[in-house]
């Protein structure tokens, strides 16, 4: 048989395979309290996942700076946990830069990590020259090939699946 797109199932299947049927039980949108609240009830595998999950889609969409301004910034911590668990060394070492510009204890709050976004914002007009973490944005996406990404999620879900 010819391995095509057609008889073989796309990279990350088995990690959403993971997290599908916990993606509604937790909230990002209304604060830290009601985000934990939800995250810590899932197994501790379809945590990391799903943390990874969702850093990964914001960088992938608009980088580091739009996954910490958006709702789903409130779970980099965990973000961070996760790319260490499954063995994503180079983007947990990004994760790790980008999370400590807004000092101890990262600010689970919106309102507050939009503070210190704006605070650590640079002069200029095109996005590299204000965005503090657009360098960052960059290694990230060469780290994540380099690492074989959504391999490591899938193995990782593999060894974690009932």
Not at 88 to 105: M, N, R, V, Y
């Amino acid at each position: 048989m010819t391995d095509t797109p057609s008889n073989r199932e796309r990279a990350g299947t088995k990690a959403w395979q993971l997290i599908e049927p916990h993606w509604k039980a937790v909230d990002l949108h209304n604060g830290p309290i009601v985000f934990l609240d939800g995250f810590e009830n899932l197994p501790v595998a379809a945590r990391h996942v799903f943390a990874i999950w969702w850093c990964d889609s914001e960088i992938c969409n608009g980088g580091f700076h739009q996954f910490f301004s958006n709702s789903t910034g409130v779970l980099a911590p965990e973000a961070l946990e996760g790319f260490q668990a499954i063995g994503l060394h180079e983007c947990a070492e990004l994760a790790e830069t980008a999370i400590e510009k807004f000092g101890d204890p990262f600010p689970r709050d919106r309102e507050a990590r939009y503070s210190v976004l704006k605070s650590i914002e640079l002069p200029g007009e095109k996005r590299k020259e204000w965005d503090p973490f657009y360098d960052l944005d960059d290694r990230y996406y060469v780290a994540k090939k380099r690492e074989d990404f959504y391999k490591k999620l899938d193995d990782f879900a593999l060894r974690h699946t009932r």
